[in-house]
């Protein structure tokens, strides 16, 4: 996906920040088996600085943490790549985990009730509250099927997405 003839720049750019400002809820939906330890990753290195250099500001600590999250995500994320193209059962879990955690990102802000500031559960009682609603099932199946709809069907922006994976090196080439 690279500047062409036809495309326009300020929408790559706009995109861009759309995918950073969102890539938490993004990488982790759909690619949890490199997300969960790059956060693991961020925590235990954030920890560890605590305990090694006790004099060391948190804020200080933060550039660590992050370098160690992005190597420990780059490295699974090309892992979970290779498991997906080579193991069927393994591509399987993945989807269905990425089409529950997608919907079950997704269901909280459809629910919310007016008034009510933010769009996720901030207090347990607030998710109480939303895994109550009668509501939540109904429209949790109904983000499952437009996400499993759309990881299936949207195969022009899957292979965008593909390439500017490679282009990245978050996914090997060729698979």
């Known amino acids: 996906m690279y500047p ?3 495309v326009n720049i300020w929408v790559l750019i ?19 088996l490199a997300a969960v330890p790059a956060a693991a990753a961020y925590f235990a290195v954030k920890s560890a600085l605590h ?4 004099t060391l500001d948190v804020s200080d600590r933060r550039p ?22 080579r193991v069927a059962p393994y591509r399987r879990a993945r989807h ?5 955690l997608i919907a079950a990102f997704l269901t909280p802000s459809t629910i919310s009730e007016p ?6 559960p901030r207090s347990l ?6 895994v109550t609603d009668r509501r939540v ?28 994976l490679e282009a990245v090196r978050l996914r090997p080439k060729g698979l």
């Open 96 to 100: 269905v985990a990425r089409v529950v």
């Open 64 to 85: 660590f943490a992050l370098l160690a999250t992005i190597v420990v995500f780059w490295f699974m994320s090309r892992v979970d790549h290779r498991l997906a193209a």
């Open 14 to 32: 706009a995109v861009g920040f759309i995918v950073l400002i969102f890539s938490g809820p993004i990488f982790g939906t759909l690619y949890p």
């Open 137 to 164: 099932l109904v429209v949790m199946a109904f983000w499952m099927v437009v996400a499993h709809l759309f990881l299936v069907k949207a195969k022009g922006t899957r292979a965008k997405w593909d390439r500017v």
């Open 125 to 130: 009682f607030e998710l109480q509250l939303l």
């Open 4 to 6: 062409g003839a036809g």
């Open 51 to 54: 305990v090694v250099m006790p």
């Open 115 to 120: 008034g009510r500031n933010g769009w996720m």
